[in-house]
């Protein structure tokens, strides 16, 4: 056997899940337990602490607080006075209703050593079951609808004037009176079952209509036309559409006789008088008497007309190679620059600094020139890719038109070769220039004359690198939106 609650633990579990608490009489009845409103709960009043008792508060005074929660204190106690209910004094209003709502889990008001009443079990027998199921099972049907029905089951019941001469069973008057008493039965038998099955009713009678409902079109008659037949028309329809083939060009194919036997004496037949024409090959042709300008050009070379050029087979076209739109980066290829081809991947890609001595103590090979292969979106799923190279003198008028980033050292002679005679100020215009260096190495002062973005690395602190690398291909793509729109980035 389980310990069985307490009044004030059922309030609070009822209130929280929203569960009906039902007063009958004295009572309150929390599902199968029931407690009298008398009955004191283990919740404290509020008292002063030199008295030495204790009182508690009592089911029905919790209970009509909670009711009337909402009103304000003054108002709620001369109402509870009115209906001589004792009311929870002031300041146990707060603490009160957050332990009864569930925001909080204790109370220092609880006795947990007061002595509680033991509630009552309700026992519920089968009878009251099945009447509560078969009230929650009817059908709601409203007064309207019930007046209705009832109309129409004293109608069905009435037999007509017509239906009398027809049958000649009885008469008028004897007609009359059947209707009455059967009318009289039917309300009587509602009277005494106020349970009748409405639902069947209307159900029966729906399906009396539908046995009356005759189809007058069906999907078969729709098509139908009775002054009009579509065969002639459709006939007609594809007569003209479709071409007539005449059988005057065929020729009716002649009997095969008997397979003849083969012989490699007998070639002349399979000869034909246009087996040579298509390449216009004289067999019986001689270059005797003729120049070597005549026998390179032919015969017929001047005496072609223009109706002939259509025999001659096309000349072949190169086909013109489209331009690349690869975005080119040039990096210095001075052995004091931070970034070469040894490391530029894992600077431009990885956005991470690797010195390149220590790409050179694990191995690394220096390649002619890197493909970059730079990762975009959201999820990096899209991947552009970025030629780099240290060599400008390889790169040809097509190639100067791709080039959108430099990094220089503020050397005037790494210009040498380059497009608008190697002016800084003219190349920077259209070329984004980046000068990397070291937080604690000092700026070259004619980086700080030119238009140059200047990337600042810490030596130890690499979980700034992906950062300050970052605004490299920020400033890069604005450059191209602007400068080189044409390009892929």
């Known amino acids: 056997m389980g310990i069985l609650p307490d009044p004030l633990s ?21 599902g199968e337990f029931s407690f009298s409103k008398n009955v004191k709960t283990n919740y404290l009043m509020w008292r002063d602490p030199r008295a030495g008792i204790k009182e508690y508060y009592t089911l029905e005074c919790l209970l009509y607080f909670l009711k009337n929660v909402h009103l304000v204190h003054a108002v709620y106690v001369r109402q509870a006075a009115a209906e001589n209910i004792l009311a929870v004094r002031r300041p146990d209003r707060t603490q009160l209703v957050a332990y009864i709502t569930g925001k909080t889990s204790d109370c220092s008001s609880i006795d947990s050593s007061a002595i509680l009443e033991i509630p009552t079990r309700v026992k519920r027998t089968h009878d009251d079951d099945e009447i509560v199921n078969s009230v929650s099972k009817r ?10 029905v009832r109309l129409q089951l004293s109608t069905r019941l009435e037999v007509t004037k017509a239906e009398v001469m027809v049958a000649n069973i009885k ?39 539908i046995h009356q409902e005759r189809q007058s079109r069906t999907r078969t008659t729709v098509l139908q036309s009775n002054g009009k037949t579509f065969y002639g028309s459709v006939i007609s329809l594809f007569q003209a559409k479709v071409p007539k083939v005449s059988t005057d060009t065929y020729e009716v194919a002649k009997p095969m006789g008997k397979p003849q036997p083969y012989s490699r004496y007998d070639q002349e037949k399979f000869i034909t008088n246009n087996e040579l024409e298509d390449f216009k090959i004289d067999t019986t042709g001689t270059y005797q008497g003729m120049i070597l300008k005549s026998v390179v050009e032919g015969k017929n070379t001047c005496a072609r007309t ?7 087979l ?18 210095p290829a001075a052995p004091t620059s931070l970034i070469s081809l040894y490391n530029v991947r894992d600077l431009l890609q ?29 999820d990096n799923s899209v991947t552009v890719p970025y030629r780099v190279v240290d060599d400008p003198s390889r790169l040809s008028a097509a190639d100067w038109d791709n080039v959108v980033a430099a990094f220089v050292l503020g050397n005037a002679w790494q210009f040498k070769g ?9 190349i920077f215009a259209t070329i984004c220039a980046f000068h990397l260096k070291l937080e604690e190495m000092k700026l070259d002062v004619r980086i700080s004359r030119w238009a140059v973005n200047v990337l600042t690395l810490s030596r130890t602190k690499r979980h700034l690198d992906r950062g300050v690398l970052g605004r490299f291909w920020e400033t890069l793509d604005k450059h191209m939106m602007t400068k080189k729109p044409h390009l892929r980035f």
């Not at 223009?306 to 001659?312: F, P, V």
């Not at 493909?371 to 959201?378: A, E, P």
């Not at 380059?418 to 003219?426: H, Y």
Request: glycine fraction near 4%.
């Open 10 to 30: 059922l309030l609070r579990k009822y209130i929280i899940s929203n569960e009906d608490i039902v007063e009958r009489g004295n009572l309150i009845f929390f």
């Open 139 to 148: 059908p709601r049907i409203e007064y309207a609808q019930i007046q209705k």
């Open 171 to 209: 008469s008028e008057v004897d007609q009359g009176c059947v209707a009455n008493s059967n009318r009289y039965k039917i309300n009587e038998y509602y009277d005494n079952n106020n349970d009748l099955d409405f639902r069947a009713i209307l159900d029966d009678d729906m399906n009396n209509l």
């Open 306 to 312: 223009s109706n002939d050029s259509s025999q001659l």
């Open 314 to 331: 096309p000349i072949p076209r190169t086909p013109a190679t489209s331009k690349s739109r690869t975005p080119i980066i040039i990096i």
């Open 350 to 378: 990885d956005l991470k600094f690797v010195s390149v001595q220590q790409k050179k103590d694990t191995g690394a090979v220096r390649e002619n020139e890197v493909i970059l292969q730079r990762r975009k979106g959201d």
């Open 418 to 426: 380059w497009p608008r005679e190697g002016n800084p100020a003219e």
